[in-house]
């Protein structure tokens, strides 16, 4: 008799388990019914926009009204925008309840140019090829000359033809760029030249030349070129050599 009852009990507790593991899936099921038949898309919000219209974010990102909000791909969405609309450089998608999906969109500030042949790519400073334009397009903004990409196309990232398999040129002017954009120097540089394998050379305010090695700490040169400024004539032009670690050479005309 103890053994009869043991087995009942036993019994019991499998199909208890039973019971509660169908609970589960009918509660998962009811779930996902949900998600598919309700939580559509009726309204795509666009924050961020600047070169581009909001109904240009609506158009590229490939979502359509009435679409299942969580069945959609985010990373795709991502991805078809940067494509689409290259100087968008951060994508950020958020669902609000009940039928809203955000877009908060963030377009490169600053871009410079390398020209090649009648053809100038643009490009921000994260390396990113935003803009291809024809003849004197590119005209105003800051031009990168001494160097030639590697079959640039948009969307991609710049990629330097140097002779030598480490130069450390490309990487150096990308953080030149985040630099002078961090201190608000980028207005004040038309030209940035790699031509030289030793140090790069910029065209600052338009009267002065400044020389810097390759792989330096650019925040503290362009900090430290401030004060060096602060020490010269408005009228002054030439050369200021900042080769040297600590040093400031200024060559007048």
């Known amino acids: 008799m103890a053994r009869k009852r043991g087995s009942k009990r036993r019994r019991r507790g499998r199909f208890s388990f039973l019971y509660k593991l169908l609970a589960v899936l009918a509660a998962c099921a009811v779930v996902v019914t949900a998600l598919t038949l309700f939580f559509r898309v009726e309204t795509i919000r666009v924050h961020g926009t600047v070169r581009y219209t909001e109904d240009d974010v609506r158009k590229a990102c490939g979502v359509e009204l009435d679409s299942n909000m969580y069945l959609l791909n985010k990373f795709e969405v991502q991805r078809q925008l940067r494509e689409a609309l290259p100087y968008i450089e951060d994508v950020r998608i958020r669902r609000v309840l009940p039928d809203q999906l955000v877009i ?67 990487e150096s002017l990308l953080n030149l760029l985040k630099a002078a954009e961090a201190v608000g120097e980028v207005g004040r540089i038309s030209g940035y030249h790699l031509e030289n394998p030793e140090r790069l050379a910029m065209d600052y305010v338009g009267r002065f030349e400044v020389r810097m090695p390759y792989g330096a700490d650019y925040t503290y040169m362009l900090t430290y070129l401030g004060m060096v400024m602060e020490q010269l004539g408005s009228n002054e032009s030439g050369i200021i050599d900042l080769t040297v670690p600590g040093e400031a050479h200024v060559i007048t005309d």
Do not use: N
Request: aromatic share 8%; hydrophobic share 35%.
């Open 104 to 170: 908060t969109v963030t377009e490169c500030g600053h871009v410079y140019a390398v020209k090649q042949e009648d053809v100038s790519w643009v490009f921000s400073s994260s390396g990113r090829i935003v803009d291809r334009m024809e003849g004197y397009e590119a005209r105003y903004l800051p031009q990168v000359d001494g160097c030639q990409l590697l079959a640039p196309s948009l969307g991609t990232k710049i990629q330097m033809d140097f002779e030598e398999e480490r130069d450390i040129r490309q």
